[in-house]
């Protein structure tokens, strides 16, 4: 049987007619005229007939060709989605028209196009499509648009962001949006985190971006650096928070206006560009009491390590060994901080000054996560040691800052 | 009214609170807040996501005419779940267990695999713009031949504040909702089925009590009538009066359709703006107006008017689709001139739209956008009427009419909720439970078995104190003392303002031990309650009555006063028991129980005589 089909059944003592929906170890479920979805024993449904697909005229949808053109590009993170109520399926939209159907505001804002070039869901990115991404974006930088707007799932769009951050050189914002509650439920943070990225898109910036609630109301999205910017909530819609600095800008809502921070950086003030080489073969690991020194051997292909440290960046004496022989085999080891707020400093403490000493990098105030990205893109770049460590302590994208302002 | 002749045809929906320890979906306690202990507010919008129908339902669309900005109350005992901002615990198996009860005890059959649903709802209620619910059990029967069609477990709702402004200690309360077919006839069988289902609800021991933790929803339909489903009808006793206004309604309708039929109507698209009409008029609803719009409804003079239900007109019915457009209402010229329109005003309207002494002018004031949009739903209601009665949701007003709410919802408003995992219901499930007595059953036994006058019986099964009855029986006090405590002498010191309430169950069995056990009169009962209800501590209301006499104290003072009227006694004989009973009481009431003082009052009387 297909989906959509009717089947009769007998949950209680009347017969009735329902719609198939799918069946799984031995039960079927069944949407019955109610509305309500049951589960029923599969031997205990009968067909009655195929399903009556009522074709649906959705109405037209023009976009204003005078108004600035914004692209759109899915990776698989849904600002947009579509119930069938018949059968209750979800299906999440990422072209232009479907996107402007359940987002109508959208077509006053501008004129936009779309591109789609994977589709995952955030947990399986690689960094192989951070590449795709990277390049898909500059396409639409170099076609001339007004601002881009990536749509992604939300548990990796941090690495993402920052990812392209590094790739890219963007006259125009580049900003990634994704919604904390699904796009079909009348609750969604989609409508409002689109508006606002499009805003933030069509404003004087020229940098890679998140744009997300900046708090449990519906009333201010935050722009957050992209090398910044960490998913600190598992649900909440204000999950996305600035470490170190404030937000770049903000947007309020419903009036889509922009605030721009001082340390925002604006647009075209860049020339266009991509540097796409990423070292893939790095890791991240975070240090905990008792840690073996057996499961860093696990870590000797690795050409990159980022060890998230405890402190000002530490891990037990009883591992410097095995990191010093690491580095010395080649691999490049930079220590963040588990606290992510703060400065590494291996300068304080004896266990500090030993991995200094063994040639670990310290990784300043960047956020582990970032900094394994940027350490992806800077051993893509170069194979020079000292260029490595020069690169990765240099402020490339706004990740490092030079020196840590009171109150953040 | 024949309903037979009619074809009266009514159902119910009962929604009935559980009282679990935890709400549905989430591990938030199921208890009511004041609000002002709120510690926060959360700002959102919601809005009608559209269906692959390429449709939004047509109960959702109508809400999203209105404002759908909202505010939320948050409190120290809700949670990310109910703000929308957490994905759902799974479903509370103190409820499932409840509700399998309450299916059992209605003998119908539970479903295999239990799927829980989102229905659309963006009035604000819900956080989510959905209610979860899931359906449990299906076809069973209420009492003898009503049929139930199903029963779900599903969310409460957050509680209105004000207009967009919910409180969240309400959302999330498990509710069961039982639905029964349209099997009823007459009003009084309505209720009839709907006590006794309520009947069946208590029993379980496991739900809210009290205002609003029980709601009836009354479908209703007649011959060429709609369905009609009326929201929220709180109290029992109104439901016959529900079901016989809305019968009268849709009587009263369909005679304006045939009347408009045949009178040959005309309805226009749209309507005309007038607002200049009354640029200097003494209506104070019109003067302020931005903008007036007018339409002539050519040929139903008198039908606007015309009463269908106490207190409401079809032009009531076409004022609830206006107002769904912001306005406050409509005027029409069955009712004009009035409210400050003169009968200037009233011809230049009708001269402006052309509308005869047979017409009736219907006139709408708001924004240029209001306005508009009210008019065209009263043209639509207008149009309607041609029909017959339109399917819709009403709620309920305070004498028993109704209103227009929504229209019915559509069956498209259904997904599932994908963030809770299907639940099997297992025989053992099943076969685990045991019934609850029937409080029915409960009250003839007690009848029987305590020897409790029936009436008082059924009073103590049906009350929301019956656990504490059944406490105080258990630990051997005598059942009459316990009823006349709890029904009787607590009752009729709250009808006298003292607000027993508030005295914990624990003191009032003790007070009732000791009562047994001699220690304290049982005369002395309402002095020491209503001096505990007073603010007094237990001890001291009990000492505030002053110390039980033993018979033998009682003795003393009964042959003193006795002694002293020996005269009286000898003379009168034994019709002196009476005056010298009245002054002994003076001396020892509320200390001593009554019977004992009479019985040595006759003793010593006897010896005298």
């Not at chain 2, 005890?105 to 695999?113: D, E, K």
């Not at chain 2, 109104?238 to 005309?266: C, K, W, Y």
């Not at chain 2, 306005?327 to 052309?354: K, M, N, Q």
């Not at chain 2, 019986?457 to 059942?479: C, M, N």
Request: with cysteine.
């Amino acid at each position: 049987m297909k989906a959509g089909d009717r089947v009769l059944c007998s949950p209680g003592r009347e017969e009735t007619e329902g719609i198939y929906i799918t069946e799984r170890d031995g039960i079927a479920v069944v949407k019955l005229k109610s509305g309500y979805n049951i589960g029923v024993a599969v031997s205990d449904i009968q067909f009655i007939g195929t399903s009556i697909q009522e074709v649906v005229s959705s109405a037209p949808v023009t976009q204003d060709t005078s108004l600035p053109t914004f692209s759109i590009i899915s990776t698989g993170g849904t600002i947009a989605s579509r119930v069938d109520y018949r059968t209750g399926a979800v299906t999440s939209q990422s072209n232009a028209e479907e996107i402007i159907r359940a987002i109508p505001r959208l077509a006053t804002l501008g004129h936009f196009r779309t591109k789609q070039p994977f589709t995952t869901l955030s947990e399986n990115i690689q960094p192989s499509m951070w590449v795709d991404l990277a390049r898909s974006v500059y396409e639409e930088i170099s076609s001339g648009t007004r601002g881009v707007i990536v749509t992604h799932g939300t548990d990796t769009m941090a690495y993402s962001a920052a990812a392209l951050s590094f790739m890219l050189d963007t006259p125009v914002p580049v900003i990634f949006v994704g919604s904390q509650r699904s796009a079909d439920r009348p609750s969604s943070d989609n409508v409002m985190n689109t508006l606002c990225s499009v805003a933030a898109a069509d404003a004087n910036l020229g940098e890679v971006a998140v744009c997300m609630h900046a708090t449990a109301n519906d009333d201010i999205c935050a722009i957050h650096r992209a090398t910044r910017v960490r998913k600190m909530h598992t649900s909440r819609r204000d999950a996305f928070q600035s470490i170190g600095i404030p937000p770049i800008a903000t947007v309020s809502y419903p009036e889509l206006e922009v605030s721009t921070g001082r340390d925002a950086v604006l647009r075209s003030s860049r020339e266009p560009s991509l540097s796409d080489g990423l070292e893939e073969r790095c890791c991240l690991i975070s240090f905990h009491p008792g840690m073996s020194p057996e499961i860093f051997e696990g870590y000797h292909t690795c050409r990159g390590l980022v060890i998230t440290g405890t402190g000002l960046g530490h891990i037990s004496t009883e591992l410097i060994g095995i990191v010093r022989k690491l580095i010395e085999e080649g691999t490049t080891v930079v220590m963040t901080t588990q606290c992510l707020k703060g400065r590494v400093c291996n300068r304080v403490y004896d266990t500090g000054r030993d991995l200094m000493a063994a040639g670990v990098i310290e990784g300043e105030d960047m956020l582990p996560e970032t900094a394994l990205v940027k350490l992806m893109w800077v051993l893509g770049q170069t194979d020079d040691q000292d260029e490595i460590k020069k690169l990765m302590q240099a402020n490339l994208k706004g990740e490092i800052n030079r020196r840590s302002v009171h109150g953040l | 009214m024949d309903y037979e002749a009619l074809g009266l045809k009514a159902g119910i929906e009962i929604h009935q609170q559980l009282n679990t320890e935890e709400k549905l979906f989430c591990r938030c306690p199921t208890v009511l807040r004041n609000i002002e202990e709120r510690n926060g507010e959360i700002q959102r919008y919601l809005r009608a996501t559209v269906s692959e129908m390429g449709t939004i339902d047509r109960a959702a669309e109508e809400e999203m005419k209105q404002m759908r900005f909202f505010r939320y109350y948050t409190y120290d005992s809700t949670c990310l779940i109910d703000d929308d901002d957490e994905p759902p615990t799974p479903m509370n198996p103190e409820a499932l267990e409840i509700t399998l009860t309450i299916a059992k005890l209605l003998s119908m059959t539970p479903i295999r695999q239990v799927h829980t649903m989102r229905k659309m709802v963006i009035d604000g209620s819900n956080t989510t713009g959905f209610q979860r619910t899931a359906l449990i059990a299906v076809d069973g029967i209420a009492g003898s031949n009503c049929q139930i069609e199903s029963i779900c477990l599903e969310e409460e709702a957050a509680q209105r504040v004000t207009d967009a402004t919910f409180s969240l200690d309400r959302l999330g309360i498990p509710l069961v909702e039982i639905t029964t077919a349209p099997c009823m006839h007459t009003p009084e069988e309505v209720r009839e089925v709907a006590a006794y289902i309520g009947m069946i609800l208590r029993s379980t021991g496991r739900v809210k009590r009290g205002l609003g933790t029980i709601r009836q929803d009354v479908n209703i339909s007649i011959r060429e009538g709609a369905r009609i489903e009326i929201k929220g009808v709180q109290e029992l006793d109104l439901i016959p009066e529900v079901v016989s206004r809305e019968v009268q309604r849709q009587v009263n309708l369909l005679a304006i359709r045939d009347d408009l039929v045949r009178r040959g109507v005309e309805i226009p698209e749209d309507g005309i703006d007038v607002t200049d009409l009354f640029s200097s008029t003494k209506s104070s609803i019109l003067k302020k107006a931005e903008c007036i719009i007018a339409a002539t409804l050519t040929g139903f003079a008198g039908s606007v008017g015309r009463e269908i239900q106490p207190g409401r007109r079809f032009g009531s019915e076409m004022s609830d689709y206006a107002k769904k457009c912001g306005v406050g209402g409509i005027f029409h010229t069955d009712e004009l001139p009035a409210y400050g329109i003169t009968e200037e005003e009233v011809a230049a309207l009708r001269e402006r739209c052309s509308a005869g002494q047979d017409d009736c002018v219907v006139l709408v004031s708001g924004s240029p956008g209001q306005a508009s949009c009210a008019i065209r739903l009263v043209l639509k209601r207008a149009r309607a009427a041609l029909e017959g009665i339109p399917e819709e949701t009403r709620k309920m007003l305070p004498e028993g009419s109704s209103a227009y709410m929504r229209p019915l919802p559509g069956p498209a408003r259904m997904y599932p909720e994908t963030d809770v995992l299907p639940l099997q219901i297992t025989d053992d499930m099943v076969a685990g439970i045991t019934l609850p007595e029937l409080l029915s059953e409960r009250a003839a036994r007690y009848s029987r078995m305590y020897g409790i006058d029936e009436a008082v019986a059924r009073q103590i099964a049906y009350s929301d104190r019956l656990a504490l009855f059944e406490r105080g029986v258990e630990t051997g006090i005598k059942p009459a003392l316990v009823a006349r405590t709890l029904f009787g002498t607590l009752r009729e010191l709250s009808r006298d303002g003292a607000d027993c309430g508030e005295i914990p169950d624990e003191e009032i069995l003790e007070l009732l031990r000791r009562v047994d056990g001699g220690s304290v009169a049982k005369e002395a009962l309402p002095n020491i309650l209503r001096s505990r209800a007073g603010g007094a501590d237990l001890e001291a209301a009990i000492a505030s009555v002053g110390p039980v006499f033993s018979v033998s104290d009682l003795e003393e003072i009964v042959g003193r006063i006795v002694n002293e009227r020996h005269d009286f006694i000898r003379e009168r004989g034994n019709a002196a028991l009476g005056p010298v009973m009245g002054v002994v009481m003076k001396e020892v009431r509320g200390r001593i129980d009554g019977q004992i003082v009479a019985d040595v009052l006759k003793r010593s009387i006897k010896e005298i005589l």
